[in-house]
Antibody, heavy 117, light 108 residues
Framework: EVQLVESGGGLIQPGGSLRLSCAAS????????MTWVRQAPGKGLEWVSI???????YSADSVKGRFIISRDNSTNTLYLHMNSLRAEDTALYYC???????????WGQGTLVTVSS | IVLTQSPGTLSLSPGERATLSCRAS???????LAWYQQKPGQAPRLLIY???SRATGIPDRFSGSGSGTDFTLTISRLEPEDLAVYYC??????????FGQGTKLEIK
Protein backbone atom coordinates (compact mmCIF):
# COMPACT_ATOMS: atom_id res chain seq x y z
CA GLU A 1 0.00 0.00 0.00
CA VAL A 2 1.29 3.43 -0.97
CA GLN A 3 1.78 5.74 2.01
CA LEU A 4 3.23 9.21 2.39
CA VAL A 5 3.68 10.54 5.92
CA GLU A 6 4.78 14.12 6.45
CA SER A 7 6.37 15.42 9.64
CA GLY A 8 8.46 18.29 10.93
CA GLY A 9 5.91 21.08 10.97
CA GLY A 10 5.37 23.39 13.90
CA LEU A 11 5.42 26.96 15.13
CA ILE A 12 8.45 28.94 14.01
CA GLN A 13 9.39 32.61 14.23
CA PRO A 14 9.78 34.74 11.10
CA GLY A 15 13.26 34.36 9.69
CA GLY A 16 13.63 30.88 11.15
CA SER A 17 14.32 27.54 9.49
CA LEU A 18 12.51 24.23 9.45
CA ARG A 19 12.96 20.87 7.75
CA LEU A 20 9.93 18.91 6.63
CA SER A 21 10.13 15.16 6.00
CA CYS A 22 7.96 12.90 3.88
CA ALA A 23 8.46 9.21 4.61
CA ALA A 24 7.32 7.02 1.75
CA SER A 25 6.36 3.36 1.85
CA UNK A 26 4.92 0.95 -0.69
CA UNK A 27 7.01 2.39 -3.51
CA UNK A 28 10.50 3.74 -4.25
CA UNK A 29 10.75 7.55 -4.24
CA UNK A 30 13.63 7.56 -6.71
CA UNK A 31 11.36 6.09 -9.38
CA UNK A 32 8.74 8.82 -9.04
CA UNK A 33 8.53 12.59 -9.33
CA MET A 34 8.11 13.84 -5.75
CA THR A 35 6.64 17.21 -4.94
CA TRP A 36 5.55 19.55 -2.15
CA VAL A 37 2.26 21.43 -2.37
CA ARG A 38 0.99 23.79 0.31
CA GLN A 39 -2.38 25.13 1.38
CA ALA A 40 -2.70 28.26 3.49
CA PRO A 41 -5.55 28.15 6.03
CA GLY A 42 -8.87 28.37 4.20
CA LYS A 43 -7.15 28.84 0.84
CA GLY A 44 -6.42 26.83 -2.28
CA LEU A 45 -3.50 24.67 -3.35
CA GLU A 46 -0.11 26.13 -4.26
CA TRP A 47 2.73 24.14 -5.78
CA VAL A 48 6.03 24.63 -3.92
CA SER A 49 8.81 22.43 -5.22
CA ILE A 50 9.51 19.22 -7.14
CA UNK A 51 12.26 16.59 -7.30
CA UNK A 52 12.04 14.78 -10.61
CA UNK A 53 12.97 11.12 -10.77
CA UNK A 54 15.88 12.03 -13.02
CA UNK A 55 17.36 14.25 -10.31
CA UNK A 56 16.45 17.77 -11.43
CA UNK A 57 14.65 20.08 -9.03
CA TYR A 58 12.47 23.16 -9.43
CA SER A 59 10.74 25.55 -7.08
CA ALA A 60 8.03 28.17 -7.28
CA ASP A 61 9.21 31.77 -7.52
CA SER A 62 7.65 32.48 -4.10
CA VAL A 63 10.13 30.15 -2.38
CA LYS A 64 13.09 30.14 -4.76
CA GLY A 65 16.33 30.83 -2.92
CA ARG A 66 14.74 30.06 0.46
CA PHE A 67 13.45 26.46 0.17
CA ILE A 68 15.49 23.47 -0.96
CA ILE A 69 14.01 20.09 -1.85
CA SER A 70 16.07 16.96 -1.37
CA ARG A 71 15.69 13.20 -1.42
CA ASP A 72 17.33 10.39 0.53
CA ASN A 73 17.09 7.18 -1.45
CA SER A 74 18.50 5.08 1.39
CA THR A 75 15.61 5.99 3.68
CA ASN A 76 13.03 6.53 0.92
CA THR A 77 12.35 10.02 2.25
CA LEU A 78 11.69 13.40 0.67
CA TYR A 79 12.67 16.61 2.46
CA LEU A 80 11.89 20.30 2.25
CA HIS A 81 14.48 22.58 3.85
CA MET A 82 12.78 25.88 4.59
CA ASN A 83 14.85 28.98 5.39
CA SER A 84 14.06 32.66 5.97
CA LEU A 85 10.49 31.77 6.76
CA ARG A 86 7.81 34.42 6.42
CA ALA A 87 4.28 34.74 7.74
CA GLU A 88 2.96 34.01 4.25
CA ASP A 89 4.63 30.58 4.36
CA THR A 90 2.09 29.51 6.99
CA ALA A 91 0.28 26.54 5.47
CA LEU A 92 -0.40 22.84 5.53
CA TYR A 93 2.39 21.24 3.51
CA TYR A 94 1.56 18.12 1.52
CA CYS A 95 3.97 15.81 -0.22
CA UNK A 96 2.76 13.94 -3.28
CA UNK A 97 4.12 11.66 -5.98
CA UNK A 98 3.65 11.32 -9.72
CA UNK A 99 4.74 8.62 -12.15
CA UNK A 100 4.15 11.13 -14.90
CA UNK A 101 5.36 14.68 -14.51
CA UNK A 102 2.00 16.32 -15.16
CA UNK A 103 -0.10 15.15 -12.22
CA UNK A 104 0.14 13.67 -8.73
CA UNK A 105 -1.58 10.41 -7.93
CA UNK A 106 -0.94 9.95 -4.21
CA TRP A 107 -0.82 12.51 -1.42
CA GLY A 108 0.11 12.51 2.24
CA GLN A 109 -2.07 14.02 4.95
CA GLY A 110 0.13 17.07 5.41
CA THR A 111 2.13 18.79 8.15
CA LEU A 112 1.24 22.25 9.42
CA VAL A 113 3.78 25.05 9.44
CA THR A 114 2.91 28.23 11.33
CA VAL A 115 5.24 31.22 11.02
CA SER A 116 4.50 33.72 13.75
CA SER A 117 6.22 35.70 16.47
CA ILE B 1 -0.94 30.56 -17.15
CA VAL B 2 -3.83 31.37 -14.80
CA LEU B 3 -6.63 28.87 -14.25
CA THR B 4 -10.02 30.33 -13.34
CA GLN B 5 -12.66 27.99 -11.99
CA SER B 6 -16.39 28.65 -11.94
CA PRO B 7 -18.68 28.78 -10.22
CA GLY B 8 -17.07 29.51 -6.87
CA THR B 9 -19.76 27.52 -5.10
CA LEU B 10 -22.27 25.06 -6.51
CA SER B 11 -25.24 23.82 -4.49
CA LEU B 12 -27.12 20.81 -5.87
CA SER B 13 -29.27 17.94 -4.70
CA PRO B 14 -28.39 14.24 -4.67
CA GLY B 15 -29.03 12.64 -8.05
CA GLU B 16 -28.45 15.89 -9.95
CA ARG B 17 -25.63 16.58 -12.40
CA ALA B 18 -22.76 18.93 -11.53
CA THR B 19 -20.81 20.81 -14.18
CA LEU B 20 -17.60 22.51 -13.03
CA SER B 21 -15.59 24.78 -15.31
CA CYS B 22 -11.86 25.50 -15.53
CA ARG B 23 -10.74 28.20 -17.94
CA ALA B 24 -7.07 28.80 -18.80
CA SER B 25 -5.72 32.25 -19.61
CA UNK B 26 -4.10 30.80 -22.73
CA UNK B 27 -4.42 27.59 -24.70
CA UNK B 28 -2.96 24.57 -22.93
CA UNK B 29 -2.22 21.02 -23.92
CA UNK B 30 -5.06 18.62 -23.12
CA UNK B 31 -2.51 16.14 -21.90
CA UNK B 32 -1.56 18.35 -18.99
CA LEU B 33 -4.87 19.18 -17.32
CA ALA B 34 -5.87 17.33 -14.14
CA TRP B 35 -8.69 17.51 -11.61
CA TYR B 36 -8.54 16.81 -7.87
CA GLN B 37 -11.17 16.38 -5.18
CA GLN B 38 -10.51 17.60 -1.64
CA LYS B 39 -13.05 16.55 0.97
CA PRO B 40 -13.22 18.47 4.26
CA GLY B 41 -10.19 17.76 6.43
CA GLN B 42 -8.61 15.48 3.85
CA ALA B 43 -5.76 15.60 1.36
CA PRO B 44 -6.50 16.13 -2.32
CA ARG B 45 -7.29 13.06 -4.42
CA LEU B 46 -6.59 12.73 -8.11
CA LEU B 47 -9.78 12.31 -10.16
CA ILE B 48 -8.89 13.05 -13.78
CA TYR B 49 -5.64 13.43 -15.72
CA UNK B 50 -4.97 14.22 -19.35
CA UNK B 51 -8.23 16.21 -19.29
CA UNK B 52 -10.42 13.12 -19.63
CA SER B 53 -8.76 9.99 -18.20
CA ARG B 54 -10.12 8.75 -14.88
CA ALA B 55 -7.59 7.88 -12.19
CA THR B 56 -7.52 4.41 -10.66
CA GLY B 57 -10.58 3.67 -8.54
CA ILE B 58 -12.56 6.75 -9.58
CA PRO B 59 -16.23 6.00 -10.31
CA ASP B 60 -17.48 6.55 -13.85
CA ARG B 61 -19.86 9.21 -12.48
CA PHE B 62 -16.84 11.50 -12.78
CA SER B 63 -15.83 12.59 -16.27
CA GLY B 64 -13.56 15.25 -17.74
CA SER B 65 -13.66 16.99 -21.08
CA GLY B 66 -12.44 20.05 -22.90
CA SER B 67 -9.59 21.45 -24.93
CA GLY B 68 -7.71 24.65 -25.58
CA THR B 69 -8.74 27.03 -22.82
CA ASP B 70 -11.99 25.48 -21.59
CA PHE B 71 -12.21 22.33 -19.52
CA THR B 72 -15.09 20.72 -17.64
CA LEU B 73 -15.47 18.24 -14.82
CA THR B 74 -18.88 16.60 -14.80
CA ILE B 75 -20.28 14.62 -11.92
CA SER B 76 -23.42 12.77 -12.87
CA ARG B 77 -25.85 11.46 -10.25
CA LEU B 78 -24.50 13.40 -7.28
CA GLU B 79 -24.11 11.59 -3.98
CA PRO B 80 -23.79 13.17 -0.51
CA GLU B 81 -20.16 11.98 -0.35
CA ASP B 82 -19.30 14.24 -3.30
CA LEU B 83 -19.28 17.23 -0.94
CA ALA B 84 -15.82 18.69 -1.54
CA VAL B 85 -13.74 21.39 -3.15
CA TYR B 86 -12.63 20.54 -6.68
CA TYR B 87 -9.41 21.89 -8.19
CA CYS B 88 -8.09 21.86 -11.72
CA UNK B 89 -4.32 21.81 -12.26
CA UNK B 90 -2.07 22.43 -15.22
CA UNK B 91 1.51 21.37 -15.90
CA UNK B 92 3.31 23.96 -17.97
CA UNK B 93 6.46 26.02 -18.17
CA UNK B 94 6.20 28.99 -15.87
CA UNK B 95 5.09 28.24 -13.32
CA UNK B 96 5.51 24.51 -13.71
CA UNK B 97 2.33 23.64 -11.85
CA UNK B 98 -0.73 25.87 -11.53
CA PHE B 99 -3.92 25.20 -9.61
CA GLY B 100 -7.26 26.86 -10.06
CA GLN B 101 -8.79 28.54 -7.04
CA GLY B 102 -11.31 25.73 -6.57
CA THR B 103 -15.06 25.15 -6.80
CA LYS B 104 -16.88 24.24 -3.62
CA LEU B 105 -19.62 21.68 -4.20
CA GLU B 106 -22.40 21.65 -1.64
CA ILE B 107 -24.98 18.89 -1.48
CA LYS B 108 -28.44 20.05 -0.40
Amino acid sequence: EVQLVESGGGLIQPGGSLRLSCAASGFTVSRYHMTWVRQAPGKGLEWVSIFYSGGSTYSADSVKGRFIISRDNSTNTLYLHMNSLRAEDTALYYCARGLRSDYFDSWGQGTLVTVSS
Amino acid sequence: IVLTQSPGTLSLSPGERATLSCRASQSVSNSYLAWYQQKPGQAPRLLIYGASSRATGIPDRFSGSGSGTDFTLTISRLEPEDLAVYYCQHYGRSPLYTFGQGTKLEIK
